[in-house]
């Protein structure tokens, strides 16, 4: 570690050294060139009309070419010149990426979603953490003192086809968004609140027949809410005060509930190489009991999708429509607290919404997604999805009380640890109310993926 | 694709104030630049930074070359016969006598080969290779000099230690300094381990080259007939300054006077490495070398010679990302354009990467199929190669055009592969080169070795001769300008010649008094076509008259049949 902080020291110190001292190593005295050869015996030839007008653009793009040229690249390739001669490149990725293998680094990440704090991090990973087969991940972010995340995960990879996967998330946010529940809540509803939440899980993954899986897990969850700071938005108490809408279900008070989930997925696609044309079925179910109150609290949260994939000439170009429907009851006498219900937007379903946009008892939504390969790690997605959040049990459900959600973008393929995604999204009003545009959504960073 | 833009920019701008090229002089041309002229202390080394030269040259250098508004423009060291002069980057080999298979094959080779039937313990390693992909090590052999051998990589086994040693042939062939690299089969019994060697990794970790390196080394290389197979280099001669940069000059040195992103063989280098598929044809794959006069004063005088060198990557090397093995020659690593194209047009182009297959032999993803010479990329950008002009492709495509299926065929011979092997990468090569030859031969002249007699002149027409177009003579046609004001003459008459040669007869012209030699009215310019070829061969000649007959002042192939 010394003799790593030693070059890394010397390495900033030669570049430092090396800028400094550019402008006195150009002023020697360099030996006098030969002049250039008259190669074809017609001396310099007069510049061209065309040529001459090149001077346009030159002097227009100027400004851009100099802090491109001089502000930008000549002073980055001094110092990384000087940091590789320093060996500081081996030094970093020795420190990122340590261990003989190096199944084990550090990475730094950072997230942005356009109307919450942008946050940064690090993720941490491990592979074959002492033994072969157990894997640790780590991801801490935030986005100032008040934004807090911190995710542990462990897993142990038993076969190809078997894990099991402790999960543990603690999290603090003071700028969630909250607009009312219902299918018909107003953009202008905005409001924040803060949150603290723990969530603890053991799951097991147990994967057959292609990319088919089915999970199954049990945990505990914890929430506490209080009013929101972001931006000096109204908080969801000011919202309740104004008449946009009654305070949420467990708003007050918060919940520690236990939890045991399944989710069965059955896919007839391949699970790595070849074609993406297939089917797939997801099914899932939660239940979830709050400690302190149970009987009297508690809740289903159930769903399922039904989608088909077409992958164009087996290229990765793939068309892919699905039916989606999610449904949460509650089993006792008090309702479901309202970050358990359903929700639609944010890195879900209709993306073209912001996260908590939509929330209620069940939702039904249809997506047409188009994925094709930009790079090799690296796919364009495009999605029209249609769907709204309903009351129980998909009450109140008609086709002119559903949104319109679109999705433009890139986001990263093969890792279920870590996603990049950069997308610009849009999300519209209900047809009755006349389907106008009401939102724009923009991300870009790493989110995780675990 | 920004020095495309600009140039279409130029081309569509209406052509005003055209006035005659100035003529040339009557004088020989330029044959030998002379940038070998000592210089009394040998250059700085230049160490050349991996990690920012592929960050400069995929993201930097491509964002302030777009500000810089700078399209490429006609190389600077061409000379009045539209050639390379030799000089310290290039020797006219291939290109301007008979070259033969036997040269072709035997390279930059002297007669200090190594021999694998020295005695036992003969060849003694005194250096360990300190890099990964193909481990190696140095042998000093007395009386015969240092030889670096390394083997391939673990998992392409034949394939570089034979596309290293063909491809210097090439190289060295077309005009290049390549060093002598040559496959050898040995029996370890060869080698002696000098004690206490060591070698540093990249990641700067130090480990000793002892016996069990050696045979770590060893037990990866293939082998035939219990002997192991490596490829030799030969230590270039001279003090090594570092890598060569594709742009700019180097300021220590007076005789590099010529920016390098405008030296024609640096840019029609492209096409070289495109036909070989050598994607790795970055800075550091090439070498300076300080050439003292007195073998005792390293330091100096002495001047700088430039070479090509590593080329191992060529003819299929892969990555251990199939998705970039299959991209390599076809686009960058990262290559913004195509991403920004494919996310555009929401993947409608079929890229030719989607439809690469492995041959199955040694040569993974290298085939002839999809290969556009045109639209061919390393895996990042060359600054030199991406101001390749039209004139700079056609000239290098001239050169390789005189690479004939037997020299062809002779170069992949020392490649030592088995027969199956040997015979795909020979057509592969035919296929690729003649995708070269289809491509820049059509639109520029490809007339070439213009000689010329009292009569008149003849050329070599390389498209019919490569077969790339019908070998018939109906379709050549000639125009003729003479004098002060450069007026149109009688068409000249083709003489009888068999193809793909043409020749045709010009007639004196009576002038009053006598003019001296290298006055305008003695000056001609004549165009021929071939029928095919956009674009005619201009020959510029001075008339001596009958006796002395004509003299031959500049060659130029411009793009289209307009009047000089």
């Known amino acids: 570690m010394t003799g790593r902080r030693r070059r890394l020291l010397s390495g900033l110190a030669l570049a430092s050294a090396c800028i400094l001292s550019r402008s006195e190593a150009a002023s020697a005295a360099e030996p006098e060139k030969r002049p250039v050869p008259d190669y074809d015996g017609r001396g310099d030839r007069p510049t061209s009309p065309q ?24 002073p980055l390739g001094f110092v990384i010149t000087a940091a590789e001669k320093a060996e500081l490149p081996a030094t970093l990725y020795d420190f990122f990426a340590f261990g003989p293998d190096h199944k084990s680094g550090v990475v730094p990440f950072g997230f942005i979603d356009l109307g919450f704090q942008p946050s940064i991090g690090l993720y941490g990973f491990w592979d074959d953490a002492g033994f072969e087969g157990h894997d640790l991940r780590i991801r801490g972010s935030t986005g100032g003192s008040d934004w807090l995340s911190f995710t542990l995960t462990e897993r142990f990879r038993f076969s190809r086809r078997l894990d099991l996967m402790l999960t543990a998330t603690a999290r603090r946010r003071p700028d969630f968004a909250f607009y009312g529940v219902g299918p018909d809540t107003r953009e202008s509803s905005l409001s924040r609140y803060s949150s603290d939440t723990l969530d603890a899980r053991l799951q097991t993954r147990v994967g057959f027949g292609g990319s088919s899986w089915l999970e199954t897990g049990s945990g505990y969850r914890g929430a506490a809410f209080g009013q929101g700071d972001h931006n000096g938005e109204r908080t969801v108490a000011e919202a309740v005060r104004n008449g946009d809408f009654a305070e949420p279900p467990g708003f007050r008070d918060g919940y520690r509930a236990g939890f045991s989930r399944a989710k069965l997925v059955l896919d007839t696609r391949a699970s790595e190489q ?5 089917g797939r079925v997801e099914l899932e179910a939660e239940h979830g009991a709050d400690l302190g109150r149970a009987p009297a609290s508690g809740w289903l949260r159930y769903g399922g999708t039904l989608g088909g994939f077409l992958d164009l000439g087996d290229s990765g170009r793939v068309v892919g429509l699905s039916l989606t429907t999610l449904l949460a009851d509650p089993l006792g006498s008090r309702p479901v607290p309202f970050t358990e219900l359903v929700t639609l937007g944010g890195a879900g379903l209709l993306p073209g919404f912001r996260d908590g946009r939509l929330y209620d008892r069940s939702a039904l939504v249809a997506t047409l997604r188009y994925s094709w390969p930009i790079w090799i790690w690296l796919n364009g997605s495009l999605q029209a999805a249609t769907g709204n959040v309903f009351g129980e049990r998909l009450a109140g459900l008609r086709p002119g009380r559903a949104r319109l ?10 890792s279920r640890d870590s996603i990049f995604q950069a997308l610009v999204g849009f999300g519209s009003e209900t047809f009755e109310n006349g389907a106008e545009l009401e939102s724009l959504r923009i991300v870009i960073g790493a989110r995780n993926g675990f | 694709m920004v020095s495309k833009l600009a140039l279409a920019l130029l081309l569509a701008l ?15 041309p330029l044959l030998r630049d002379d940038d070998q002229k000592p210089i009394e202390t040998a250059p700085e080394e230049y160490y050349s930074p991996f990690a920012w030269d592929g960050a400069n040259q995929m993201v930097f250098r491509p964002i302030a070359r777009f500000f810089a508004v700078d399209p490429a423009g006609p190389p600077t060291n061409v000379n009045a016969f539209d050639e390379v002069p030799d000089s310290s980057w290039f020797e006219n080999r291939l290109g301007a006598r008979a070259f033969s298979s036997t040269e072709v094959a035997r390279g930059g080779c002297d007669d200090k080969i190594l021999n694998p039937s020295m005695p036992d313990g003969s060849w003694l390693i005194d250096k360990g290779k300190d890099n990964g992909a193909n481990p190696g090590f140095r042998v000093n052999i007395p009386g015969l000099g240092k030889f670096m051998l390394k083997t391939d990589p673990e998992t392409e086994p034949d394939r570089a230690t034979g596309a290293t040693a063909i491809a210097s042939r090439i190289y060295h062939a077309v005009g290049y300094h390549a060093p002598c690299d040559s496959v050898v089969y040995f029996r370890p019994a060869l080698l002696k381990l000098e004690p206490g060697l060591t070698v540093t990794t990249n990641q700067g970790v130090t480990t000793a080259f002892d016996q069990a390196a050696l045979e770590r080394v060893l037990a990866r290389a293939s082998r035939r007939a219990g002997l192991v197979r490596m490829v030799a280099s030969s230590w270039l001669p001279g003090r090594p300054l570092g890598p060569f940069r594709y742009e700019g000059v180097r300021d220590d040195d007076p005789n590099d006077v010529i920016p390098h992103e405008d030296r024609r063989e640096l840019r029609g280098g492209r096409l ?31 001047f700088v010679r430039h070479y090509m060198l590593d080329f191992g990557d060529s003819f299929g090397s892969v990555w251990s990302d199939d998705g970039i093995s299959r991209r390599l020659g076809h686009a960058s690593v990262l290559d913004f354009g195509y991403l920004a194209t494919d996310f555009v047009t929401l993947g409608a182009i079929e890229r030719p990467w989607e439809r690469a297959r492995r041959t199955g032999g040694v040569f993974n993803y290298f085939s002839a199929r999809d290969f556009d010479p045109e639209a061919w990329r390393g895996e990042y950008p060359n600054p030199a190669f991406v101001r390749m002009t039209e004139q700079d492709g056609a000239w290098m495509t001239r050169i390789l055009a005189r690479f004939d299926d037997r020299r062809v065929a002779a170069a992949v011979a020392v490649g030592q592969y088995d027969p199956a ?11 690729r080169r003649n995708a070269i030859l289809r491509r820049y031969l059509g639109r520029l002249s490809p007339l070439s070795e213009v000689s010329v007699d009292r009569a008149g002149v003849c050329a070599v027409d390389l498209a019919r001769a490569a077969r790339i177009i019908p070998n018939e003579a109906l379709s050549f046609r000639a125009y003729l300008y003479r004098g002060t004001k450069l007026e149109p003459g009688l068409k000249p008459r083709f003489r009888a010649a068999r193809g793909p040669r043409v020749c045709l007869d010009l007639k004196h012209a009576v002038l009053a008094g006598a003019p001296p030699d290298d006055s305008p009215e003695r000056y001609l310019v004549v165009d021929v076509t071939n029928g095919y070829a956009q674009g005619p061969l201009r020959l510029h000649l001075y008339d001596l008259g009958t006796a002395r007959g004509f003299r031959l002042a ?5 793009e289209g049949l307009v009047r000089p």
């Open chain 1, 51 to 74: 040529r001459a007008l090149l001077w346009v653009p030159r002097v227009v793009l100027f400004p851009a070419y100099f802090v491109s040229e001089y502000l930008i690249r000549r």
């Open chain 1, 274 to 278: 070849g074609s993406a044309t297939g």
């Open chain 1, 405 to 414: 959600s679109a999705a433009v973008g890139i986001e990263s393929s093969g």
């Open chain 2, 14 to 28: 209406p052509v005003v104030g055209c006035g005659h090229a100035p003529r040339f002089p009557l004088r020989e």
């Open chain 2, 272 to 302: 070289v490495a495109a036909w070989l598929n050598h994607f790795d044809s970055r800075e550091q794959n090439s070498m300076d070398v300080f050439v003292a006069l007195d073998p005792k004063r390293k330091h100096g005088p002495g």
């Open chain 2, 421 to 431: 092997s040997e015979r795909y990468l020979t057509e592969t090569l035919i296929s």
């Open chain 2, 554 to 558: 500049g060659i130029e192939r411009p």
